[in-house]
């Protein structure tokens, strides 16, 4: 199958603008006569279905939380990029288009990207329609701030809660067409499937969390909306809520998934400390903007925050402001990364070893604490909260954790699957990364995903099948659906095994971080799929999840999406064992500069990875979507 990105001709600065001007459009009364299905009502599915409601269409979104406000779009901290070059800094569309795309390491569609940059100016005047409390200056207008792999300050913020911020809008919006009966939304309600008939999708497949009560939703088209998969690692910045289950039964279906072993490492996080953790805490990159990453020059084990404020400067090792003076500590979160955990292999880690220090000393005399506090005091709180520490009086610890998923299903320029009718917005699809997000980058592509892309181009798909275009609930297909869901929930409960979910869960975690985390071998990547085939077998003869189907069964919950994580796990590896590049978030160890930096091999690897399942314990068919560059210029990464 070839795959056709239907990127539009023309120059770049005018495909949108042309694209929306040749689609299709529906008639407004036509509109009532259709139904949309939405799954997932964070910042792209909140967004989404808040803009077909208001557009007339009828809308069911469904959501696994108790409220869309639970999404965890509202875990983002530090910002939302957008070109508005209100600092008067320099800053561009194509600058934006150009940082995004060079951070990404060259790996994502430049029409996807320079999109993404031009409706970023259109996200911050919808927001501020919306009253969303954006930090601003002395003076009234909205503050910037800076994050990684910029040189320009484009970042808006609410203090270190932005995400929570943008969503309580976004679900301002939803509620107002859910009271307008244009939005019916089922909350505590989990997808299990999504049905294809005649090579469309035509609904999906649902359980209630609640009553465990299997149900069929059909409509003319299906919106993905479902974040990423960083939880495949166990240990994440996600909620533990936040799985892949979605995504990984329409790739069942047909739905080709791409990149699937580009996932970003973020630099930031607090360091584990246990077996007894289930998740980790991402402190925000924003903070990178007055904070210093340092270690000791020389080995000091077990170097605690309280002692280090007394180590002398002539001691102290800012190795990414000596590595790379142009950017210094904000460079991008994969460069961060990779450095933090290289000086930590040399033995020069703090604390448990496995972590590095964020020291806001020097802000805190140049601005005094009162200003910090109003920039970062909730994440400061946070901080010291889960710690114990105080880091007015001491530096961070730090420690890389992964935190989001470039990969996703492949799309095509309409944010549409290789299976007509369904579509996969925001973090659940590939488009527009590479393979390593810029920061403050995951809103500005939800947003404009919900808002400001799919009420034109589902609109042109609508108007392309017409309104009398849609399958019942009673068509074969559908019982057939259910049948298979309640096969499989009835298997999970009856195996009765010596393991539980976590356990099996836990193993998958360590085996991905430990061979497809921050550096990858090929020697390395070959053994993690041995092991987690072995799991995968051990997991349908030895897993023990208790309760029944028909009540609230969080074991239940945890079990289908672990059977999901353990075979995305697999494709994983196989995505990384081909490319064997590196490039972003994927480093692998046999292809690096003399400086150990990533080396990519674009005469090889400059194509989008989209994988076709072939059937279950079937090897995976890879197809390729080359990359053109023809607006920038392929160069190895600097930012020296």
């Given at each position: ?16 603008t042309?694209?929306k ?7 407004p009364?036509?509109?009532r ?5 939405v799954?997932g009502?964070?910042?792209a599915?909140?967004?989404a279905?808040?803009s ?23 875990a ?15 800053d ?20 996807n ?6 409706t970023?100016?259109?996200?911050i005047d ?16 909205l503050?910037n701030?800076s994050f ?15 995400g ?9 919006a ?7 009966g ?22 999906i ?5 609640t ?15 479902t ?6 690692f ?12 979605a995504?990984?039964r ?9 990149n699937?072993?580009?996932?970003q490492i973020?630099?930031?996080c607090?360091p584990?400390?246990?077996?007894h ?7 925000s ?15 000091m ?9 007394n180590?002398p400067?002539?001691?102290?090792d800012?190795?990414l402001e ?20 290289q ?10 070893g496995?972590?590095?220090f ?8 140049r ?9 970062y ?17 001491g ?7 992964v935190?989001?998923?470039?990969g996703?299903?492949w799309?095509d320029?309409n944010l ?18 590479g ?14 995903d ?22 019942g609930?009673?068509?074969?297909a ?5 049948d ?5 929930v009835?298997?999970?409960l009856t195996?009765k ?9 836990r ?22 799929k ?5 799991l995968?077998?051990?997991f ?9 189907s028909n009540?609230?069964n ?14 995305l796990g ?11 590049e ?14 150990g ?8 690897f400059?194509y ?16 390729k ?7 920038v210029?392929l ?6």
């Amino acid at each position: 199958m070839k795959l056709d990105s239907k990127i539009p001709e023309g120059p770049l600065a005018e495909k949108w603008t042309r694209h929306k001007f040749n689609l299709k459009l529906v008639n407004p009364a036509n509109k009532r006569k259709y139904d949309v299905i939405v799954v997932g009502t964070g910042l792209a599915g909140a967004s989404a279905a808040a803009s077909l409601g208001e557009l007339g269409y009828n809308v069911k979104a469904f959501c696994f939380q108790d409220s869309p406000r639970r999404a965890h779009s509202i875990a983002a901290q530090g910002g939302i990029n957008a070109a508005k070059n209100y600092q008067n800094d320099g800053d561009s569309v194509f600058r934006l288009f150009y940082d995004t795309i060079k951070g990404g390491d060259y790996r994502s569609r430049e029409g996807n990207v320079y999109r993404l940059a031009e409706t970023s100016v259109n996200i911050i005047d919808q927001c501020v329609a919306q009253g969303v409390p954006f930090a601003r200056e002395y003076g009234g207008l909205l503050a910037n701030r800076s994050f990684g792999g910029a040189q320009v300050s484009r970042t808006f913020y609410a203090r270190g809660q932005t995400g929570q911020q943008l969503l309580l809008g976004a679900y301002g919006a939803l509620n107002r067409q859910i009271a307008n009966g244009k939005v019916k939304m089922y909350t505590r309600t989990e997808m299990l499937d999504v049905v294809v008939i005649d090579g469309k999708a035509r609904g999906i497949i649902t359980r209630d969390l609640t009553t465990g009560k299997i149900e069929a939703h059909s409509a003319h088209v299906v919106l993905l909306c479902t974040g990423g998969y960083s939880n495949v690692f166990y240990l994440s910045t996600s909620a533990k809520g936040s799985n892949a289950t979605a995504i990984w039964r329409a790739h069942k279906k047909g739905a080709f998934f791409g990149n699937p072993c580009f996932t970003q490492i973020h630099p930031t996080c607090i360091p584990v400390t246990g077996t007894h953790q289930s998740k980790l805490t991402l402190m925000s990159e924003s903070l990178r903007n007055d904070g210093r990453v340092w270690v000791p020059k020389k080995a000091m084990p077990g170097l605690k925050s309280k002692d280090a404020i007394n180590l002398p400067e002539t001691e102290r090792d800012y190795f990414l402001e000596r590595k790379y003076p142009s950017f210094g500590n904000l460079v991008p979160r994969d460069v961060a990364s990779r450095n933090a955990k290289q000086v930590c292999d040399e033995g020069r880690g703090v604390g448990s070893g496995l972590a590095v220090f964020l020291d806001f000393t020097d802000a805190i005399k140049r601005d005094g604490e009162s200003v910090i506090r109003a920039k970062y005091g909730n994440l400061f709180d946070m901080y010291q909260q889960i710690t114990g520490e105080n880091p007015y009086k001491g530096p961070m610890m730090i420690y890389p954790a992964v935190h989001y998923t470039m990969g996703g299903l492949w799309v095509d320029y309409n944010l549409m699957t290789s299976v007509p009718g369904l579509f996969a917005l925001g973090e659940c699809n590939f488009s527009d990364h590479g393979a390593n997000r810029l920061g403050a980058s995951a809103l500005m592509q939800g947003l404009a995903d919900g808002y400001f892309v799919i009420p034109f181009t589902v609109g042109d798909y609508l108007a392309n099948i017409g309104w009398n275009d849609k399958i019942g609930t009673d068509h074969p297909a559908f019982k057939e659906a259910i049948d298979g869901v309640n096969e499989r929930v009835n298997k999970l409960l009856t195996i009765k095994g010596n393991k539980t979910v976590d356990e099996f869960h836990r193993q998958l975690g360590l085996t991905m971080w430990d061979y497809c985390g921050m550096s990858r071998t090929e020697e390395g990547l070959k053994k993690a799929k041995k092991i987690i085939q072995d799991l995968q077998a051990e997991f349908w003869t030895n897993v023990n999840v208790l309760g029944s189907s028909n009540e609230l069964n969080q074991e239940l919950e945890k079990a289908g999406r672990v059977a999901d994580f353990l075979e995305l796990g697999e494709l994983m590896i196989d995505d990384a064992l081909n490319r064997s590049e590196s490039c972003g978030g994927h480093f692998r160890e046999e292809s690096q500069t003399p400086e150990g930096e990533a080396l990519r091999k674009d005469d090889d690897f400059a194509y989008v990875a989209a994988w076709e399942y072939q059937g279950d314990g079937q090897p995976e068919v890879l197809h390729k979507e080359e990359l053109k560059f023809e607006n920038v210029k392929l160069t190895q990464r600097s930012y020296k």
